[in-house]
């Protein structure tokens, strides 16, 4: 029984589920991407949502590749200077704003 167990390290539990996000910046997106396969972005009246994706954050650099290829379900491959690499297969986005008069 104590060779079934060599070599196996101690698994972490796997996060909470989280499916929805409103006011977010691609940066985290990718990490949530990452955690969880798929995320719902729902938002009351978009703003946020679009000012992020419009640059808010970054000084109007925009980040509409992230979303693109997260709506269509391209693989997503992040690299950046300040983080590991975070890679996604068959990420899921589903976009939903709903706008009250």
Do not use: C
Not at 62 to 87: C, E, M, Q, Y
């Amino acid at each position: 029984m104590e060779g079934l167990l060599d070599g196996l390290d101690a698994t972490e539990p796997p996060p909470h589920p989280r499916l929805l996000i409103e006011d977010i910046t691609s940066e985290k997106l990718d990490a949530l991407l990452a955690d969880h396969g798929r995320i719902i972005a729902a938002s009351d009246e978009g703003a946020a949502f679009f000012e992020n994706l419009a640059g808010r954050y970054t000084r109007g650099s925009t980040a509409w590749d992230l979303f693109n290829k997260a709506h269509a379900a391209a693989d997503l491959v992040v690299d950046r200077k300040g983080s590991a690499p975070i890679i996604v297969f068959d990420p899921a986005l589903t976009i939903a704003i709903v706008a009250q008069p």
